[in-house]
């Protein structure tokens, strides 16, 4: 996402932590996280609620999806990323172990700057994190070079805070060498998984359906909150597409992909396909936290992992797995999933009540001939909006009529809306079929 688009939502009202001197105050700090500094009240009051949601109070969660202890520390990262910080925020982190923190910077001040224009906003927020990371980095490198954090003579505010830090969670003398070639930025994503979760109820209870009937666990939906953070019209700068973000390589087997209509932007269509992409991945794997990380990884590599570490414990190949490919996303993977998923069963506890609204009721129509959208508007009733909301598959050209539904096609409709266009595509039958009997049985002339 580029960051311009921060600046182009509603203004957030957060404190600012920039002060007039160095441009941070760097004592906002994450008990949840393994760095040391000053925790508020608020702050100690967002973990304890984390810490009791990962308990899984109400017994909503199956106990395939317990957090490994091993794991809590990740998991804890993403849940805040996901529950707590929103896209004002950067969290600086070490790449290999997420749960070592060094800052966190609310940049909310920059959003309510009206100076700025959005092009402005960006380019003082990448300059602010890029300074912020690289005087980290700095400090890191110079630290590397007694190979014994404890030996490093900190003399600024800022070095003193890393070495606490890094003497606290850095043993190893070779990670302490390489840890400033680690340092690394994440955004928090608080406002994306609140929109996505106020999405997700329209489709939530027939997705879980699809996962039901198929026999995996319902526990498997909350996946599209870690690839979109449940955008429908989520797409990905490789070309994934849609909530599970389904690559068109992938999708052609199951779907249409074509530039008019992508049924990779259905949510109950891309969840079926998602739904066979995962049982399969099991049925290959024997392991949900496996299956859950081959989504993003594929089967073929983790079988490899498993069979070089001699393993299929997922905590052990995240920590010792050397794979080219298996980088940040594939080792994050499931500890964002185990986050999304708590977060956003347990989102009350976070975020509130949320309205709901009522989940999507419709029925599948099939069209017995091409179609424009106005003319399924004129016959259905719905606007072009409308109907766009219940087929998000449907393309701008599409909707703009320059491309009709095919014939062919299952789209969806609410009822009395289906009813109509379902006695349209009768009528129309029913014409031809009483024209082919009168040419058939017109009389011949004399």
């Not at 004592?27 to 040391?36: I, V």
């Not at 389904?246 to 109950?268: C, L, N, Q, W």
């Not at 993977?333 to 989102?347: C, D, H, I, K, R």
């Not at 009168?438 to 011949?444: F, G, K, R, T, V």
């Amino acid at each position: 996402m580029r960051l311009f688009l921060l600046f182009l939502l509603p203004t957030l009202s957060f404190a600012s932590i920039l002060d007039n001197g160095s441009g941070y105050n760097n004592t906002l700090f994450a008990e949840g996280f393994r760095s040391e500094g000053n925790v508020s009240s608020q702050e100690e009051d967002d973990t304890f609620i984390l810490k009791e949601i990962f308990k899984d109070p109400d017994g909503l969660i199956s106990s395939t999806f317990i957090i490994p202890d091993k794991l809590k520390g990740r998991v804890m990262f993403w849940a805040n990323i996901y529950g707590r910080y929103p896209l004002s925020v950067a969290v600086v982190h070490d790449k290999k172990d997420p749960s070592i923190v060094y800052d966190i910077l609310d940049l909310s001040s920059i959003f309510n700057d009206i100076k700025l224009n959005p092009a402005g906003k960006e380019a003082k927020f990448e300059k602010l994190v890029a300074e912020r990371k690289q005087l980290i980095k700095d400090i890191l490198k110079e630290m590397s070079k007694t190979k014994n954090a404890k030996k490093f003579l900190a003399k600024t505010r800022d070095e003193i805070k890393i070495k606490k830090i890094v003497t606290a969670n850095i043993k190893n003398g070779l990670e302490l060498q390489t840890a400033w070639q680690n340092v690394r930025v994440q955004l928090g994503q608080k406002d994306s998984i609140l929109e996505g979760l106020k999405s997700s109820f329209r489709y939530l209870p027939i997705i879980e359906d699809i996962f039901k009937e198929n026999g995996l666990p319902w526990e498997l939906t909350r996946i599209p909150f870690v690839e979109s953070s449940f955008n429908i019209d989520a797409n990905s700068k490789v070309g994934a597409k849609g909530i599970w973000q389904i690559m068109g390589v992938t999708g052609k087997h199951f779907m249409e992909t074509k530039a008019t209509y992508d049924e990779r932007y259905s949510p109950f269509k891309a969840s079926a396909v998602a739904a066979k992409l995962l049982k399969e991945n099991y049925d290959i794997l024997k392991s949900w936290p496996l299956a859950i990380t081959a989504y993003n990884h594929g089967p073929g590599g983790l079988k490899k992992a498993c069979k070089q570490l001699g393993t299929k414990d997922i905590c052990k190949i995240i920590a010792d797995y050397k794979g080219k490919t298996f980088g940040f996303a594939s080792q994050n993977f499931y500890s964002e999933f185990l986050a999304a998923l708590y977060v956003t069963v347990y989102y009350e506890k976070l975020f509130g009540n949320i309205d709901k609204g009522h989940p999507l009721s419709f029925y599948y129509v099939n069209i017995d001939k091409d179609i424009n959208v106005r003319d399924l508007s004129i016959i259905s009733g719905l606007n072009k909006s409308e109907i766009a909301s219940y087929n998000p598959e449907f393309s701008k050209k599409m909707l703009k009529d320059e491309f009709p539904i095919k014939k062919g096609s299952k789209i969806k409709l609410p009822g009395r809306a289906s009813y109509k266009v379902e006695d349209y595509f009768v009528k129309i039958s029913d014409k031809k079929e009483l024209e082919r009997e009168l040419n058939i049985n017109e009389p011949e002339e004399d």
